[in-house]
């Protein structure tokens, strides 16, 4: 019998530090402005979606700091620098257009300069018969 209490109280201590785990998760998330939800308590703590379904406790202590953010817009530092460096690609790549186009149009100037020249040729070989 004393095995069986040793693991009940195992299994009891263990509970009690994963639901500390889980609310200092919450609460460190919250401070620091981030959103609260079961998949970033997932990805922190190492615990099962079902961990914060189940226990009504960690349950209660989601839904409360879920509705104290509620109406709150979250920016994610990630999706930042990727729109960041997505903005600084448009940039380089309309610089990259503009000389192109500007190449472009020195090149149509050219070709009409040498359509005239050839025109005169032409024109002046004709004269010449």
């Keep these: 019998m004393a095995k069986q209490d040793n693991m009940v109280q ?3 201590e263990q509970s009690r530090v994963k639901v500390e ?18 998949a970033a308590l997932m990805r922190k703590t190492g615990l099962s979606r079902a961990f914060f379904y189940n226990n009504k406790y960690v349950h209660a202590e989601l839904r409360r700091f879920q509705g104290m953010q509620e109406g709150q ?27 192109r186009e500007e190449e472009i149009r ?20 004709i004269e010449s018969l």
């Design 10 to 12: 195992r299994n009891k």
């Design 21 to 38: 785990k889980a609310i200092a998760v919450m609460t460190k998330l919250y401070q620091n402005g981030e959103q609260v939800t079961v």
């Design 73 to 99: 817009s979250f920016v994610y530092p990630q999706k930042v620098v990727l729109d960041s460096a997505l903005e600084n690609s448009i940039i380089l790549l309309k610089k990259k257009l503009a000389l």
């Design 106 to 125: 020195k090149i149509r100037a050219e070709n009409e300069r040498l359509k005239k020249l050839a025109n005169a040729k032409t024109v002046s070989m």
